[in-house]
């Protein structure tokens, strides 16, 4: 039975990815900046919540058209009233597109996963759900737990593309 | 007595199109159209239609789908371009199916063929034809194909419908143009069915085929969103240009049907042809009937919409080829009503 499910589960994808028009995580790279804002707490009402916030550049590759992106995540944060450095690697799935009837899309519903280090030993693992609108500009909410400082982060996050759409070819009015 | 085919707008309703000629050549083998005119989605039947390469319009009618024609993106990404749509995939199309010896085959025969455009700079109706000596007109342009890169841009243009696909810089690469910057896409936009041409370039006896229903039955619901609406505007538009370029020449024919019964019962009462021609013939800068026959416009169209989405820019195959059969079995009845001295006429 589980192959039969298997065997329907590749063809529904492989008729996804050869009759469906991608218009969301198309083949390509995509950098994008990446304003984040919350608070990371570890429920004990002993010690107080604390303010974190960042400015990040993102660089993802598609790595399943339509799908999957793979990417890095870096930057500054402030966080416990210091400023310092973030890294780690993301993936992105997509799992709507919002589509604009027969023309296409504005965007897609996507969730992100990332394990992310901080320079003062932060280790984050998490992820969150995204809206990207018009491929120009992606809102979500992210939660990550810092299994080293044993605390928990939740944070509003705001991307703005920064590369280009590369411009299609047009043979026909050269 | 020469035989015109028009043929309107419609995306992947072309198929209807590719049914009617379809029938028509299976009942009538040694029926042939001297003039061929296409708009939009009719202007690529149009050179297929006119070199009689009938198997390969089915197959292209019947096989083709959205991403064949055009490439969707996230709207975000086109915002910077000239189209909501990349039609690149249908140029490749063009490239492919209409050869340098189709072009070759247009230029040297005996059929003549006119492309519908509308220049977006200027806003008239251009008219590309392999026809060395058009007929001139007051109402548009003529231009004659340059080389064989000119005819598919010609017809690429035709295609485009503005805003969803590209406009087409058809005269680019002319040598001496004066505009080459001159932006052109689908003739409908003007100009739905190209009836005016066949009847300037002297078809007496004219098939319309016109792709948008007689009937436009209303659609149940609201419409709460900016696409359907979009999408309805579009059809409703269709609709009535559709319906004006027919009533201008049937209202024509009309003239001229009766200025021939006048001339009949003239003669009827013993005035001479030379006395009846002389009140007829007046020298007038633009008398429209000079000359002129009344016509045989015949009209085929779908009683019900055929679908196709949005201007007809869905194409899926198994509605195209229900389409197709829609076409030739609408052509069946349509032949079977007429009268046998009618259709014979034609043949001769």
């Known amino acids: 039975m589980n192959k039969?499910?298997?065997?329907?589960?590749?063809?529904?994808?492989?008729?996804?990815?050869?009759?469906?028009?991608?218009?969301?995580?198309?083949?390509?790279?995509?950098?994008?900046?990446?304003?984040?804002?919350?608070?990371?707490?570890?429920?004990?009402?002993?010690?107080?919540?604390?303010?974190?916030?960042?400015?990040?550049?993102?660089?993802?590759?598609?790595?399943?058209?339509?799908?999957?992106?793979?990417?890095?995540?870096?930057?500054?944060?402030?966080?416990?009233?210091?400023?310092?450095?973030?890294?780690?690697?993301?993936?992105?799935f997509k799992i709507k597109d919002l589509n604009a009837a027969e023309m296409g899309s504005i965007g897609n519903l996507h969730l992100s996963a990332n394990w992310l280090f901080g320079t003062e030993h932060e280790q984050l693992v998490g992820g969150g759900i995204h809206v990207s609108v018009l491929n120009k500009?992606?809102?979500?909410?992210?939660?990550?737990?810092?299994?080293?400082?044993?605390?928990?982060?939740?944070?509003?996050?705001?991307?703005?593309?920064?590369?280009?759409?590369?411009k299609i070819d047009e043979p026909f009015n050269k | 007595m020469p035989k015109a085919?028009?043929?309107?707008?419609g995306g992947s309703k072309g198929a209807f199109a590719v049914g009617v000629i379809k029938q028509l050549h299976q009942q009538f083998s040694t029926f042939h159209f001297d003039i061929v005119v296409g708009t939009s989605t009719g202007s690529l039947i149009t050179p297929l239609a006119a070199t009689e390469e009938f198997d390969l319009l089915e197959q292209l009618y019947t096989t083709q789908t959205t991403q064949n024609i055009v490439l969707k993106d996230n709207l975000g990404n086109r915002l910077?371009?000239?189209?909501?749509?990349?039609?690149?995939?249908?140029?490749?199309?063009?490239?492919?199916?209409?050869?340098?010896?189709?072009?070759?085959?247009?230029?040297?025969?005996?059929?003549?063929?006119?492309?519908?455009?509308t220049c977006l700079q200027t806003g008239d109706i251009t008219v590309y034809t392999n026809n060395k000596n058009p007929a001139p007109s007051d109402t548009y342009i003529v231009r004659t194909f340059q080389s064989a890169?000119?005819?598919?841009?010609?017809i690429m243009a035709s295609a485009c419908q503005p805003v969803f696909m590209p406009p087409i810089q058809i005269n680019k690469q002319v040598p001496g143009e004066a505009h080459?910057?001159?932006?052109?896409?689908?003739?409908?936009?003007?100009?739905?069915?190209?009836?005016?041409?066949?009847?300037?370039?002297?078809a007496t006896v004219i098939f319309t085929i016109l792709l948008s229903a007689e009937t436009f039955p209303p659609t149940p619901g609201e419409f709460q969103t900016l696409f359907p609406i979009l999408g309805q505007t579009l059809?409703?538009?269709?609709?009535?240009?559709?319906?004006?370029?027919?009533?201008?020449?049937?209202?024509?024919?009309?003239?001229?049907?009766?200025?021939?019964?006048?001339?009949?019962?003239?003669?009827?009462?013993?005035?001479?042809q030379a006395t009846i021609d002389s009140y007829f013939n007046i020298t007038?800068?633009?008398?429209?009937?000079?000359?002129?026959?009344?016509?045989?416009?015949?009209?085929?169209?779908?009683?019900e919409p055929l679908n196709g989405g949005p201007g007809g820019l869905v194409f899926d195959p198994s509605t195209m080829k229900q389409m197709l059969v829609t076409g030739q079995s609408l052509t069946g009845e349509f032949l079977a009503s007429l009268p046998p001295s009618e259709t014979s006429e034609w043949l001769v």
Not at chain 1, 34 to 62: C, I, K, M, W, Y
Not at chain 2, 5 to 9: D, P, Q, T
Not at chain 2, 242 to 268: E, H, R, T
């Open chain 1, 4 to 92: 039969y499910l298997s065997l329907a589960l590749c063809l529904l994808l492989s008729f996804s990815l050869t009759h469906a028009q991608i218009t969301e995580f198309k083949k390509g790279w995509t950098t994008e900046l990446r304003l984040q804002s919350g608070l990371a707490t570890n429920f004990e009402a002993s010690s107080p919540d604390v303010f974190t916030g960042g400015l990040l550049l993102t660089e993802h590759v598609t790595a399943v058209p339509g799908k999957l992106k793979a990417g890095v995540v870096a930057g500054g944060i402030y966080y416990n009233k210091k400023l310092q450095g973030l890294f780690g690697p993301e993936v992105l």
């Open chain 1, 137 to 166: 500009v992606t809102i979500g909410l992210t939660a990550h737990r810092d299994y080293n400082l044993n605390s928990w982060w939740f944070q509003c996050v705001v991307s703005v593309r920064l590369s280009k759409v590369k």
């Open chain 2, 5 to 9: 085919l028009v043929i309107s707008g």
């Open chain 2, 80 to 117: 910077s371009q000239h189209s909501i749509f990349d039609a690149n995939p249908l140029w490749n199309l063009i490239t492919h199916y209409f050869t340098d010896d189709i072009y070759n085959k247009l230029m040297t025969g005996d059929k003549q063929i006119y492309i519908n455009t």
């Open chain 2, 149 to 154: 890169d000119h005819f598919r841009r010609a």
């Open chain 2, 180 to 202: 080459p910057e001159y932006q052109y896409v689908d003739g409908g936009v003007r100009e739905y069915a190209g009836v005016e041409m066949a009847i300037d370039n002297g």
């Open chain 2, 235 to 272: 059809d409703i538009f269709t609709m009535d240009v559709g319906k004006n370029d027919i009533i201008i020449p049937q209202l024509y024919n009309k003239g001229l049907l009766y200025i021939n019964a006048v001339k009949n019962k003239m003669k009827s009462a013993g005035i001479d």
């Open chain 2, 284 to 303: 007038l800068p633009d008398n429209p009937f000079k000359n002129k026959v009344p016509l045989k416009l015949y009209i085929i169209r779908p009683k």
